[in-house]
């Protein structure tokens, strides 16, 4: 009986020390992927909102602003959950900055978030549309007056890319956009596909387009702030 008493009490210590380690395990896995982005600021601008509603899908009427949206707050959420960065988004609902829609004046608000914060990094967050219905892909713009947001530009591109999106890869652009213009930040602005494209715009709408591009962009923060 006694015997069999210890075994128990063993077994229960072996137990207690499993569950310890995969407790621990577990705990590891919450815990931020990356402390070094700790410190670091970063807007996302989820483009228009309110009453601009950017474009809006040909196909299955996808409405831009509101995309745009969505995938910010997803990559609000997962930079959070994977990183130490203090994330901040241009706006959290379907609205403007300023009551008033007029485009200079909306977009200097934007770049202002950026400044107020004294943000390491600003990502705005688009749809495209062209004439062309055939024309499709993923392009990431940099200021043409910011040569050093270029290196920025090309590594969040192939982060997207590296995700294996099965589209076409419309590599980077120096864009004279005012949100990347008058940003004292490093700043980019994202076009994920085109709205006029049929198949891009099935793509955009999809969970699994969204994950693995948040993912890419995400991947591409962190390389950019750690390399
Ligand atoms: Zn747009």
């Known amino acids: 009986m006694k015997k069999r008493a210890i075994l128990f009490l063993f077994i229960i210590l072996i137990m207690n020390t499993g ?3 995969i ?8 815990s931020k992927e990356d402390l070094r982005l700790k410190g670091k600021t ?8 309110g009453d601009d509603r950017g474009a809006q899908g040909k196909n299955y009427g996808t409405i831009e602003k509101d995309l745009n949206l969505k995938v910010a707050q997803n990559i609000k959420k997962e930079l959070e959950e994977r990183t130490d ?53 993923i392009k990431t713009h940099y200021g ?14 192939e982060a997207i890319f590296n995700q294996d999106i099965d589209t ?8 004279d956009f005012l949100v990347l213009r008058e940003n004292s930040s490093p700043a980019i602005l994202i076009e994920l596909g085109f709205m006029s494209n049929k198949s891009d715009e099935k ?9 693995k591009s948040q993912k890419g962009i995400i991947d591409g923060i962190i390389t950019y702030f750690t390399t």
């Open 144 to 157: 043409a007056n910011k040569r050093q947001d270029k290196k920025l530009a090309e590594i969040v591109q």
């Open 23 to 30: 407790h621990a395990k577990g705990r590891k896995n919450i």
């Open 19 to 21: 569950f310890g380690l």
């Open 203 to 211: 793509r955009m709408n999809s969970e699994d387009f969204q994950v």
């Open 42 to 49: 970063i807007v996302i601008d989820p483009g228009h909102g």
């Open 85 to 137: 960065a203090k994330v901040i988004l241009t706006r959290e609902t379907d609205t403007s900055l300023l009551p008033e829609t007029k485009q200079k004046e909306e977009l200097q608000a934007r770049v202002k978030v950026a400044k107020d914060n004294a943000a390491d990094l600003y990502i705005s967050i688009h749809h495209d549309t062209f004439g062309d219905t055939k024309v499709k892909g």
């Open 168 to 175: 076409r890869d419309r590599g980077i652009q120096a864009s």
